[in-house]
């Protein structure tokens, strides 16, 4: 489940590290807290935001690690886990997570109380080198998500080998859901790839 990322339309992408939208941010962690009790998500996803002039990028990532925080203790109590997740600086620039060492230093200064939501997508439109990736960061992967590139399709239409990533995502232990976050072409069965992938069991 996400929480309130603002409005999409006018170019929000979340506002957690917006310190002057701190106020409706906790607001937005109220809301889905109230949301979660009927529905009982396992993961609450949290989108960081773009950039906002005028403010410093540290003070910017610091409120991030605020708000983080603040909606890790809240979902706590009911063993709902929250994450979040880099966007590419290709299709949203000026996301504060757009590069994996900035992921990495933001999650390990919140000592375990969020994970990552690692979108196969977004990692290989922000620069690659998906197999490194995936296994530096797999400790702290709590959700998978997948979709070739760059056209963001089925898998099979792109360049990345996805069977050969959820392999290596499997063999570094995560046994979670996988999320299939792709927009059909429309040429085929949109889930052919599954069987040859293993995905399939008769």
């Not at 960081?48 to 983080?68: H, M, W, Y």
Request: aromatic share 6%; with cysteine; net charge negative.
């Amino acid at each position: 489940m996400n929480l309130p990322f603002g409005d999409f339309a006018a170019g929000d992408r979340g506002f957690a590290g917006d310190p002057d939208r701190r106020a409706a941010f906790r607001q937005g962690v109220l809301l889905a807290e109230a949301i979660a009790e009927r529905i009982s998500p396992a993961k609450v996803n949290i989108l960081a935001g773009r950039a906002v002039t005028g403010i410093s990028l540290a003070e910017q990532l610091a409120c991030l690690r605020e708000n983080l925080e603040f909606a890790a203790a809240r979902f706590l109590p009911s063993g709902i886990k929250v994450v979040t997740e880099l966007l590419n600086p290709i299709e949203t620039p000026g996301f504060l997570l757009s590069d994996v060492a900035t992921v990495d230093t933001l999650l390990e200064s919140l000592d375990g109380r969020v994970g990552f939501q690692l979108d196969v997508y977004h990692l290989q439109r922000a620069g690659g080198e998906l197999i490194p990736t995936i296994r530096a960061l797999a400790a702290r992967t709590w959700h998978v998500q997948v979709a070739d590139a760059p056209g963001r399709s089925e898998p099979g239409t792109g360049e990345i080998n996805v069977p050969n990533v959820l392999r290596v995502i499997q063999d570094t232990g995560y046994d979670g859901l996988v999320g299939l976050e792709y927009t059909p072409t429309g040429i085929g069965d949109p889930f052919d790839w599954m069987a040859a992938a293993g995905c399939l069991r008769a």
